[in-house]
């Protein structure tokens, strides 16, 4: 029932900038947060941002200050500005839905999109 859809990714040049954006839907009571997670070839996925109904934010030490995450809750959306973008963010990005049903609650992954930042 619950589907992710990621937009955004692409190739950039190191310093350059990238929006993320993924919208939610199907079978969602409720969403407790939504966020984003990478995983480049060779590594575990690692937690990028994540954010939750009321707004609280939580990023990785890596992008402090480079990343921002935001929701329209109306929309179920959630998007990553990605600033002063760096060849060690390449990845696929991964949208993460944490949410609740009407009787439990639930993650849901989406599909992921590429993110390549040349030198």
């Known amino acids: 029932q619950v589907q992710l859809v990621e937009s955004g990714g692409g190739l950039v040049q190191a310093g350059g900038s990238l929006s993320l954006s993924c919208v939610a839907s199907?079978?969602?009571?409720?969403?407790?947060?939504m966020g984003w997670y990478r995983q480049a070839p060779g590594k575990q996925r690692e937690l990028v941002a994540t954010?939750?109904?009321?707004?609280?934010?939580n990023y990785a030490d890596s992008v402090k200050g480079r990343f921002i995450i935001s929701r329209d809750n109306a929309k179920n959306t959630v998007s990553l500005q990605m600033s002063s973008l760096k060849p060690e963010d390449t990845a696929v990005y991964y949208c993460n839905l944490n949410y609740s049903s009407a009787w439990s609650q639930d993650i849901y992954w989406g599909q992921g999109t590429q993110v390549t930042v040349s030198s």
């Open positions: 954010i939750t109904s009321g707004g609280r934010t």
């Open positions: 199907g079978g969602i009571f409720s969403i407790n947060a």
